[in-house]
């Protein structure tokens, strides 16, 4: 049944996705630099600037964000599949800002995105059994707040060396897309 020319579907539609803006605006007023789809499953966090953010260019603008697209989109994700988050706010607000982005995966691109992780979920990972798993140890994808986290432990640097490359494609496949792949 449609209501003024508009099915209901497309009127929650429009609703979240107000909703949606609403939330990255009062998000980023606040300082959290977001990228991306903000409706996507995957959220990259990336707490260390690299050259290209340096330079004055967006998050994940650099060689980092075009690998990390790449490699996403060879494990079968649809090319907008992904929104990135700069960790450089603190625990409280990083969490909040995830919760708006609702993602399946959280990756920590670097050692300052995974401690960031790691405060802003510290209740969370003190409940896993594996202490491993807890602190977040590259390569391994834990459950956390219902969703999947993956540390990659610094994969900017990791383009520099080729073995390092493989080291973290090896993590990366270990977080495939969750439903069918594109």
């Not at 290209?52 to 998050?59: P, W």
């Not at 590259?138 to 986290?149: D, I, K, S, Y």
């Given at each position: 049944?449609?209501l003024s020319g ?69 494990l079968g994700y ?22 708006a982005l609702d ?80």
């Open positions: 049944m449609a508009r099915t209901y579907g497309q009127m929650r539609g429009s609703a979240c996705v107000q909703k949606m803006r609403a939330e990255l605006a009062e998000l980023e007023e606040a300082g959290v630099q977001t990228v991306g789809n903000a409706f996507s499953s995957v959220l990259l966090a990336k707490g260390t600037p690299g050259s290209a953010e340096e330079a004055g260019g967006e998050l994940l603008s650099g060689a980092d964000g075009k690998a990390l697209r790449a490699a996403l989109l060879k649809d090319p907008q599949d992904w929104a990135a988050i700069g960790a450089n706010v603190d625990a409280g607000l990083f969490r909040q800002a995830v919760a993602p399946n995966t959280l990756v920590a691109c670097d050692e300052a995105a995974a401690a960031l992780v790691r405060d802003a979920f510290a209740d969370d990972l003190c409940a896993l059994s594996d202490l491993k798993d807890a602190v977040l140890t590259p390569g391994r994808v834990v459950q956390v707040a219902g969703m999947r986290v993956l540390n990659l432990g610094g994969f900017e640097e990791a383009l520099s060396s080729d073995k390092q490359k493989q080291v973290v494609w090896s993590y990366l496949k270990k977080i495939p897309p969750l439903g069918e792949p594109y």
